[in-house]
């Protein structure tokens, strides 16, 4: 599976340590470049369609038509990850993602495009990014050896957090010089990358044996997942942040109605998130291989909670980059403890159903976000749209914490291969 031999105590690891691995190596790179490429067509789309409408409603409606195929098809994509090879999966996703990102670019280029097919392109684009998700979260797992796991979850957090210091920034650059279009086209190119670097991976990635039909498969994974409260807890405070929480929607009515800074402040705003998200990768990076992930959760989902809601009650450009800043950094340490917490305690067999499920409580509910936000600004306005958002997330952290008291208490030393080995066969047991 791996290239360099396993350390067998946990002191050996470094902070980089999964990237001693080739396959990793090349699955983090290809996935950056990637991610930055699809931060550059979601600055551009978002300010395309701003300008196209000048409302906030149907900024906000293209949410809509991100959430329904990701919500639906998130509920058995999952399923799709745990029965098929995923490497496979994951090329065809790609390159079909790669192919759309083209097509809108070309359509920008004629200079004939108009909303409806905006929301079209953005449709099947969650369609097939709701079968990429999953495959790609259950994949990465089997890199590394397990006890190097933690630190790979840490630096895949810098995938898509990290990406974002650079993608607007390119974004708002390839709109200057070449219009919106000149981002969906470098999107389109990124995906190639990720083509290449998974055909030169090295990593077996066969299907497991099936043991039941596909509807009995995926019935089993929602069990599983009702009966382990510290998943449920985790995927019910992660789709709050994904509805309530900062997204695109939001800074781009900051950027263009409240602070008046234009294309290029809002490019600078989506790069101090950035920013932040690469100073919260470093310091969970540094933290190594604290045990005591439960309570970093808690204590990262409040703050985040606390930096969103003054955020929404600044007017001044500068106190925003700072506390947009803090928001990334809170936000990126919150997102790596999730997704330890979770990898680390699900068994390989129920990895890519529960990888499924907590997709669609982010990027499935994470574009009813942009949609709330276009439905709520124009009620209350965006400062107090944002406050209410970030206070809500302060209280359901806090009461999620007092009614699932595992997730404080979760510490990844006690999820060892042994306990971990045991529990799966418990668990098909259980479950189907």
Not at 311 to 324: H, T
Not at 384 to 394: D, K, N
Request: charged share 15%; glycine share 10%.
């Amino acid at each position: 599976m791996t290239d360099v031999p396993s350390p067998s105590d946990p002191k050996e690891i470094g902070r980089l340590a999964a990237f001693r691995y080739r396959d990793f190596r090349l699955f983090w790179i290809s996935l950056f470049v990637s991610n930055i490429g699809t931060w550059m067509q979601m600055t551009a789309t978002n300010w395309l369609l701003y300008q196209l409408t000048d409302s906030p409603v149907q900024l906000g409606l293209n949410g809509i038509f991100r959430a329904i195929p990701a919500i639906g098809f998130g509920l058995i994509s999952g399923t799709f990850a745990d029965r098929y090879d995923r490497r496979r999966l994951m090329l065809w996703t790609q390159l079909l993602l790669g192919l759309l990102a083209l097509g809108l670019g070309v359509l920008d280029h004629s200079g004939n495009v108009q909303a409806w097919q905006i929301y079209a392109f953005t449709f099947v684009s969650s369609t097939v990014g709701s079968f990429d998700g999953p495959a790609r979260q259950a994949l990465f797992p089997s890199l590394v050896p397990r006890a190097v796991l933690p630190n790979a979850v840490a630096l895949n957090s810098l995938l898509w957090k990290g990406a974002a210091l650079l993608g607007p920034t390119l974004g708002g650059v390839a709109i200057s010089l070449m219009g919106t279009a000149g981002a969906f086209y470098a999107n389109a190119a990124s995906f190639l990358v990720v083509v290449v670097a998974l055909l030169l991976m090295r990593t077996s990635a066969s299907a497991r044996q099936r043991h039941h039909d596909f509807l009995s498969e995926t019935k089993a994974g929602f069990s599983y997942i009702i009966s382990r409260p510290i998943i449920l807890g985790v995927m019910i405070m992660e789709g709050v942040s994904s509805v309530f929480g900062l997204d695109n929607a939001m800074l781009t009515i900051f950027a263009s109605d409240i602070l008046h800074v234009g294309a290029g402040g809002f490019g600078l705003l989506q790069s101090a998130r950035g920013l932040g998200a690469v100073i919260g990768s470093s310091l969970f990076i540094a933290m190594g291989h604290r045990s005591d992930q439960g309570k970093i959760l808690i204590t990262s989902a409040i703050l985040y909670g606390i930096g969103f809601a003054l955020f929404g009650l600044s007017n001044w450009f500068v106190l925003s980059l700072a506390l947009i800043a803090f928001v990334g950094v809170t936000d990126t340490i919150w997102s790596a403890c999730r997704s330890t917490i979770l990898q680390l305690i699900t068994p390989e067999s129920f990895r890519g159903r529960v990888m499924g499920v907590f997709q669609l409580s982010n990027r499935g509910l994470h574009p009813l976000g942009q949609t709330e936000t276009g439905l709520v600004v124009p009620l209350m306005g965006a400062p107090a749209a944002t406050f209410f958002g970030g206070l809500l997330v302060f209280v359901v952290t806090l009461i999620t914490a007092w009614r699932v008291p595992e997730i404080p208490k979760f510490h990844w030393k006690e999820t060892d291969d042994r306990r971990a080995e045991r529990s799966v066969a418990e668990d098909e047991r259980a479950t189907g």
